[in-house]
């Protein structure tokens, strides 16, 4: 059974980091590609980052140099470290790992960025 478990969400300040981790059971987690994207209020799902499986990177415009995302082979984690979180930031954070046809996805963890 696969399963990508999602933590880390909550509420922090604007200005404040938080840091998001989505651990996989199931799949040979080295071979998978992994993505978290976010969904805001009223907003389609949106792409924030990902990183293959040779560890190569790409982030969203308007994330970049605030997120960082990463990966540990060994855990079956990635994780997405996000600093300098604005109000805009809020949404349900989720993950995605795929491969060849196949794609899976974490639970939802809501992020909260407000004073």
């Known amino acids: 059974q696969v399963q990508l478990v999602v933590s880390g969400g909550g509420l922090v300040q604007p200005g404040g980091s938080l840091r998001l981790s989505c651990a996989a059971s199931?799949?040979?987690?080295?071979?998978?590609?992994t993505t978290w994207y976010r969904q805001a209020p009223g907003k389609q799902r949106e792409l924030v980052a990902g990183?293959?499986?040779?560890?190569?990177?790409d982030y969203a415009d308007s994330v970049k140099g605030r997120f960082t995302i990463s990966r540990d082979n060994v855990k079956n984690t990635v994780y997405l470290e996000m600093d300098s979180l604005e109000p805009d930031d809020t949404a349900v954070y989720f993950c995605?790992?795929?491969?060849?046809?196949?794609?899976?996805w974490g639970q939802g963890t809501q992020v909260t960025v407000s004073s």
């Open positions: 199931g799949i040979r987690f080295s071979l998978y590609a």
């Open positions: 995605n790992a795929f491969h060849n046809t196949e794609t899976y």
């Open positions: 990183i293959s499986n040779t560890f190569n990177t």
